[in-house]
């Protein structure tokens, strides 16, 4: 089950996966709403202790400053000036919606976990019963079958669609949700595992808002959307057909889906509000849950579930829940049928016969996101892979390519990036001493996890056979949903990962407050180790503090150093606080990124936490930098390729973000991600720093220079 509750606050889009997921809505093929990409893997990371400084003699440059177009100013756009050359010179791959710097390494690292599954595979039938290493060859054998599959057709998900039909009554359907949670297949709603945000030490269950095929609420009734509503329809109806439904019955199921679905949405939360910790979290006892629902007993449910709960848990939207409820008792079971029937075969599509899934690329990837083809099979088993046993993947990918004492090396770095984070805090001119000991008691508890877990996951209760593709991931969703709802009533596991190993990106968990770097991401371009000092800050370094930002920005700022969601500031520098945040978020509204659709802005309110955590992050990672090469004088003052060290790390941090995205994956991403386009975050933070300007020396009145009350400072 995918958990909706307050997400990891990842470095950067589309690239995480959750190691415990298991909602058959992430197609890693597609655009679904919430859906994963495969999470990439690596070849070999570099770390160093202390980054040495680079001699260009005999090595590969870290920085190809040949990338660089110098007929563009940097002070004018510094994005184009590192950018544009290589953005030109790469367009975006045909399987792909974008193609960047995160990309071509996912890509590239994709490769080396492609060679352990195959490797797997060919050695699965000698290799030691129930390891994992069988278990995945299987996997990814029993995917890459398409005769099998192709033969089975619709069959598997027949069982399930026989259920559906035999619905008579409004019980008969609260009885299916129940047993179908339990199997792993939830709709409608989500539920999950997570820190109490009122004592996270302990986890408790989270019933969240869910069941919407398009993105977001807005889908369903903009005028801007109306195209995508009928593709959308019509998508349903295709869906139910390739199933058996009557070509005239599914139309008409089609247009009861949508009207569900409509309803449903008109009590949801926009991504914006669902922000709020407030909107997260509803702590209730089961009776009281009992009363926003009548017609849905919780009590049943969590036994169907198997789950114990003690003293309550969170109905994290009330108002979702009562329209929810609200449905159960004045919509028609035939509507009800006609929805659950359509998200039975639209999410177990990816797993059926080649109809299935082109039909639901067709909508997602193309129609909704512009991908013009399909990835191949093999990526695309792979991604299931990695939604049904990327832990057990993970294992695999750090024993062929992780070195141990990594480890240590980048927690060197950490701890120098994290220092200059607490000098800044006790430093700042606006906040007062009583909330800044707060700020650094909350420092002081920081959980810094490098690489892949201390301890890894036990996989002996999945059973998977070579020969049943769909049957696997089934088993592999009850699996998931099963160890995730476990921990229900024990004691929060700060050591546990919420990616894995092979994925390139970065998170920190406010329930928590751990900042976690997967091993993928140790590599270059955000680690060298025959990079300089520069290269390094202005890549991993600008991770780390963006990560340990996310603490203290809009979201993370309410939570205190043990993950309660628990106000720690005086209400004076509150208010200063939120006036400098206001900053940011105009600044990026005043983004238009996408040609030729000026009145398309970005959501500086959807998007706020991250641009703090950037900003942050960079200024962070920029001190830090000052005290290594303090340490390295002769260092300080080389130049490398023509460029000074204080160049060289914004050059990288805006080499980061190369990269370009087709036009209706980025209206999606405007819509509905937290994070602002790749672009836009080349330059949004450099933009505000003094030492951008005085770096590439950039005179009064330059684009990239933003001054008085325009010039963000928070951190």
């Given at each position: 089950?995918?958990?909706?509750?307050?997400k990891p606050l990842?470095?950067?889009v589309?690239?995480?996966?959750?190691?415990s997921?298991?909602?058959k809505h992430n197609d890693?093929?597609s655009?679904?709403?919430?859906?994963?990409?495969p999470?990439?893997?690596?070849t070999?990371?570099?770390?160093?202790?202390?980054?040495?400084a680079?001699s260009?003699?005999?090595?590969a440059?870290?920085?190809d400053v040949a990338d660089?177009?110098t007929?563009?100013d940097a002070?004018?756009?510094?994005?184009?000036f590192?950018?544009s050359?290589?953005?030109?010179a790469n367009p975006?791959?045909e399987?792909?919606t974008?193609?960047g710097?995160?990309?071509?390494l996912a890509?590239?690292?994709?490769?080396?976990?492609?060679d352990?599954?195959d490797?797997?595979?060919?050695?699965?039938?000698?290799?030691?019963a129930?390891?994992?290493?069988?278990?995945?060859g299987?996997?990814y054998r029993?995917?890459?079958?398409?005769?099998?599959i192709?033969?089975?057709g619709?069959?598997?998900?027949k069982?399930?669609?026989d259920?559906?039909?035999?619905?008579?009554?409004?019980a008969?359907v609260?009885?299916?949700l129940d047993?179908?949670?339990a199997?792993?297949?939830?709709y409608?709603?989500?539920?999950?595992?997570?820190?109490?945000?009122?004592n996270?030490?302990?986890?408790?269950?989270?019933a969240?808002?869910?069941?919407?095929?398009?993105?977001?609420?807005?889908y369903?009734?903009?005028?801007?959307?109306?195209?995508?509503?009928k593709?959308?329809?019509?998508?349903?109806?295709k869906t139910?057909?390739?199933?058996?439904?009557?070509?005239?019955?599914?139309?008409?199921q089609?247009?009861?889906?949508?009207?569900?679905e409509?309803?449903?949405a008109?009590?949801?939360l926009?991504?914006?509000?669902l922000?709020a910790p407030?909107?997260?979290?509803?702590?209730v006892?089961?009776?009281?849950?009992d009363?926003?629902t009548?017609?849905f007993?919780w009590?049943k449910?969590?036994?169907a579930?198997?789950?114990?709960?003690d003293k309550?848990?969170?109905l994290?939207?009330?108002k979702?829940?009562?329209q929810?409820?609200?449905?159960l008792?004045?919509?028609?079971?035939?509507?009800?049928?006609?929805?659950l029937?359509?998200?039975?075969?639209?999410?177990?599509s990816?797993?059926l016969?080649?109809?299935?899934?082109?039909?639901k690329f067709d909508?997602?990837g193309?129609?909704?996101?512009?991908?013009?083809?399909?990835?191949?099979r093999?990526?695309?088993?792979?991604?299931?892979?990695?939604s049904?046993?990327?832990?057990a993947?993970g294992?695999?990918?750090?024993a062929?390519?992780?070195k141990?004492?990594?480890?240590?090396?980048?927690?060197?770095?950490?701890d120098n990036v994290?220092?200059?984070?607490?000098?800044?805090?006790?430093?700042l001119?606006?906040m007062?001493p009583?909330?800044?000991?707060?700020a650094?008691?909350?420092w002081?508890?920081f959980?810094?996890?490098?690489?892949?877990?201390?301890?890894?996951?036990?996989?002996?209760g999945?059973e998977?056979?070579?020969?049943?593709?769909?049957?696997?991931?089934?088993a592999a969703f009850?699996?998931?949903y099963q160890?995730?709802?476990?921990?229900i009533?024990?004691?929060?596991?700060r050591?546990?990962?919420?990616?894995?190993?092979?994925?390139v990106?970065a998170y920190?968990n406010?329930?928590?407050?751990?900042i976690?770097f997967?091993?993928?991401i140790?590599q270059?371009?955000?680690?060298?180790a025959?990079?300089d000092?520069?290269i390094?800050y202005?890549g991993?370094g600008?991770?780390?503090g963006?990560?340990a930002?996310h603490g203290?920005?809009?979201?993370g700022?309410?939570f205190d150093?043990?993950g309660?969601?628990?106000?720690?500031?005086?209400?004076?520098?509150r208010?200063k606080?939120d006036?400098?945040?206001?900053r940011?978020v105009?600044?990026?509204?005043?983004?238009?990124?996408?040609k030729?659709k000026?009145?398309?802005h970005?959501?500086?309110?959807l998007?706020l936490?991250?641009?703090?955590?950037d900003?942050?992050g960079?200024n962070v990672a920029y001190?830090?930098?000052?005290?290594?090469?303090?340490?390295?004088?002769?260092?300080a003052q080389a130049k490398?390729?023509?460029?000074?060290?204080d160049q060289?790390?914004?050059?990288?941090?805006?080499?980061v973000?190369?990269?370009s995205?087709r036009?209706?994956?980025?209206?999606?991403?405007?819509?509905?991600d937290?994070?602002?386009?790749?672009s836009l975050?080349?330059?949004g933070?450099?933009?505000?720093?003094?030492?951008?300007a005085t770096?590439?020396?950039?005179?009064?009145?330059?684009s990239?220079?933003?001054t008085?009350?325009k010039?963000v400072k928070?951190?």
């Amino acid at each position: 089950m995918t958990k909706q509750f307050l997400k990891p606050l990842a470095f950067a889009v589309g690239l995480a996966l959750t190691a415990s997921a298991c909602s058959k809505h992430n197609d890693a093929d597609s655009a679904v709403p919430g859906g994963n990409q495969p999470a990439p893997s690596a070849t070999a990371p570099a770390a160093a202790s202390t980054v040495a400084a680079a001699s260009t003699a005999a090595k590969a440059p870290t920085f190809d400053v040949a990338d660089i177009d110098t007929s563009i100013d940097a002070c004018g756009d510094f994005n184009g000036f590192v950018n544009s050359k290589w953005v030109a010179a790469n367009p975006i791959p045909e399987d792909r919606t974008r193609w960047g710097a995160f990309d071509k390494l996912a890509e590239n690292s994709l490769n080396t976990q492609h060679d352990i599954v195959d490797e797997m595979n060919k050695g699965a039938d000698n290799a030691k019963a129930g390891s994992i290493e069988q278990k995945i060859g299987l996997l990814y054998r029993s995917g890459m079958d398409e005769a099998a599959i192709e033969a089975a057709g619709a069959n598997p998900i027949k069982p399930e669609l026989d259920k559906i039909a035999a619905l008579k009554t409004s019980a008969d359907v609260v009885d299916f949700l129940d047993s179908s949670f339990a199997d792993g297949n939830g709709y409608v709603f989500g539920f999950g595992s997570g820190a109490d945000f009122q004592n996270a030490k302990i986890q408790i269950g989270y019933a969240q808002q869910d069941g919407l095929g398009l993105p977001t609420r807005d889908y369903y009734t903009d005028p801007k959307n109306a195209d995508i509503r009928k593709s959308y329809v019509e998508y349903i109806a295709k869906t139910l057909t390739l199933a058996g439904v009557p070509e005239a019955d599914a139309k008409t199921q089609a247009d009861e889906v949508m009207k569900f679905e409509t309803a449903l949405a008109a009590s949801s939360l926009a991504p914006v509000e669902l922000r709020a910790p407030e909107n997260q979290y509803h702590f209730v006892t089961v009776a009281q849950a009992d009363k926003i629902t009548p017609h849905f007993n919780w009590e049943k449910f969590f036994a169907a579930q198997n789950v114990t709960i003690d003293k309550g848990f969170s109905l994290s939207q009330p108002k979702f829940f009562t329209q929810f409820d609200k449905m159960l008792a004045s919509t028609p079971v035939s509507q009800w049928q006609a929805y659950l029937r359509f998200h039975a075969i639209d999410s177990s599509s990816p797993y059926l016969s080649k109809a299935f899934q082109d039909n639901k690329f067709d909508f997602y990837g193309k129609t909704l996101a512009g991908q013009p083809q399909q990835k191949p099979r093999w990526k695309r088993v792979l991604g299931t892979v990695n939604s049904s046993m990327g832990e057990a993947l993970g294992q695999l990918y750090v024993a062929r390519v992780f070195k141990p004492e990594a480890k240590q090396r980048a927690n060197e770095l950490v701890d120098n990036v994290r220092n200059a984070l607490k000098t800044r805090i006790e430093n700042l001119d606006w906040m007062s001493p009583e909330t800044k000991e707060k700020a650094i008691a909350k420092w002081n508890t920081f959980l810094p996890k490098i690489g892949y877990p201390d301890k890894w996951r036990d996989w002996s209760g999945l059973e998977v056979k070579g020969d049943n593709y769909f049957g696997n991931v089934q088993a592999a969703f009850k699996f998931n949903y099963q160890y995730d709802l476990a921990k229900i009533g024990k004691p929060t596991d700060r050591l546990d990962w919420g990616m894995t190993p092979q994925t390139v990106n970065a998170y920190y968990n406010p329930t928590d407050n751990t900042i976690n770097f997967p091993a993928a991401i140790l590599q270059p371009p955000f680690f060298d180790a025959n990079g300089d000092d520069a290269i390094n800050y202005g890549g991993i370094g600008a991770v780390i503090g963006h990560e340990a930002s996310h603490g203290f920005d809009d979201e993370g700022s309410q939570f205190d150093g043990e993950g309660n969601n628990k106000n720690w500031w005086t209400k004076a520098d509150r208010t200063k606080f939120d006036e400098r945040t206001a900053r940011l978020v105009n600044q990026f509204n005043e983004y238009a990124p996408i040609k030729d659709k000026p009145d398309l802005h970005v959501n500086g309110k959807l998007t706020l936490g991250e641009n703090i955590a950037d900003l942050g992050g960079l200024n962070v990672a920029y001190d830090a930098l000052q005290e290594a090469l303090k340490k390295n004088p002769s260092e300080a003052q080389a130049k490398i390729d023509g460029y000074t060290q204080d160049q060289r790390f914004f050059l990288n941090w805006a080499r980061v973000w190369r990269g370009s995205v087709r036009e209706k994956q980025a209206i999606l991403y405007l819509n509905t991600d937290p994070h602002a386009p790749a672009s836009l975050r080349a330059i949004g933070a450099p933009s505000n720093m003094e030492a951008f300007a005085t770096a590439f020396q950039c005179k009064p009145g330059s684009s990239m220079i933003r001054t008085g009350d325009k010039q963000v400072k928070i951190w």
